[in-house]
């Protein structure tokens, strides 16, 4: 699977408007923690969860292709056995930029993703954490950075 580059990265960021699939019920969940993250950023994140109504005070879409008008990115923040499905619908409804997060499932799978993407024109950045690359970001998501950097999985 191709690295994901800086560009992809920054380019995702520059979306001032995007859907976080996957988002849970759970206040507590990382997930919730993340969109809170991109409101505070001043972003309008709309939330994708089937079985909620509303997240945090905000209608809750039961998928991608329901957001009116559609949005140009969104986070998946899915199980990796539904991302596949995930990312066909956000391809129907014609968003342009893609970021999985947690995608650990099978490699090939993965690059199959990706590829799929890369044939529509739609740019995926996968296993990073936004967190990472928002600015000013905490003292842990700076340090998560650092390492990844070590490991030369860092995006360039």
Request: glycine share 8%; with cysteine.
């Amino acid at each position: 699977m191709p690295a994901t580059t800086s560009e992809q990265v920054y380019d995702f960021l520059e979306v001032r408007r995007l859907a976080i699939v996957g988002v849970s019920r759970n206040p507590k969940d990382f997930s919730r923690m993340l969109m809170r993250e991109f409101i505070d950023r001043r972003y309008e994140a709309i939330p994708v969860n089937p079985k909620a109504p509303d997240i945090d005070g905000f209608p809750c879409y039961r998928n991608v292709g329901e957001i009116d008008p559609v949005v140009e990115a969104a986070l998946v923040m899915t199980s990796p056995k539904i991302v596949s499905q995930v990312v066909d619908d956000c391809l129907s409804a014609g968003i342009k930029k893609i970021w999985i997060y947690g995608l650990m499932g099978n490699p090939k799978a993965n690059a199959e993703i990706v590829k799929k993407c890369a044939e529509q024109g739609v740019g995926v950045v996968s296993d990073l954490c936004p967190y990472m690359f928002f600015p000013q970001a905490g003292l842990l998501h700076r340090f998560h950075g650092s390492i990844l950097k070590l490991m030369g999985r860092y995006p360039v």
